[in-house]
């Protein structure tokens, strides 16, 4: 498979209702179109989960790919800290989340 996306890095959020749209519109309309010109960043998708309860908010995750671990590496030393700092100065507590990796291994 030619240029497969070999590294998944996996951010899930959990919004609160009360800041939800604003967080919404800021990751549509700012985030994101930073993270694509992020070079070595060669995908980036928001999915909402499904199927939790969403009483306190609605789950998200947020996924760049990358072609290579040095991509990956370059990406977590240089972006990642600058990025999720912003979300946390203007959210605080009210943006919870995890990251994950995952490697493509259906290459």
Not at 47 to 61: F, M, N, Q, R, S
Not at 91 to 105: A, C, K, P, Q, R
């Amino acid at each position: 498979m030619e240029n497969a996306v070999l590294f998944i890095h996996n951010e899930t959020l959990k919004i609160d209702w009360q800041i939800h749209d604003s967080w919404k519109d800021w990751i549509l309309e700012k985030r994101i179109p930073i993270l694509k010109k992020i070079e070595g960043v060669t995908e980036v998708r928001l999915l909402k989960l499904v199927g939790l309860d969403e009483t306190d908010g609605p789950t998200y995750a947020l996924q760049l790919g990358f072609y290579a671990k040095s991509d990956y590496n370059r990406y977590i030393e240089l972006e990642r800290n600058n990025l999720n700092g912003i979300a946390s100065a203007l959210w605080g507590d009210l943006v919870l989340g995890f990251e994950t990796t995952m490697e493509n291994v259906l290459i």
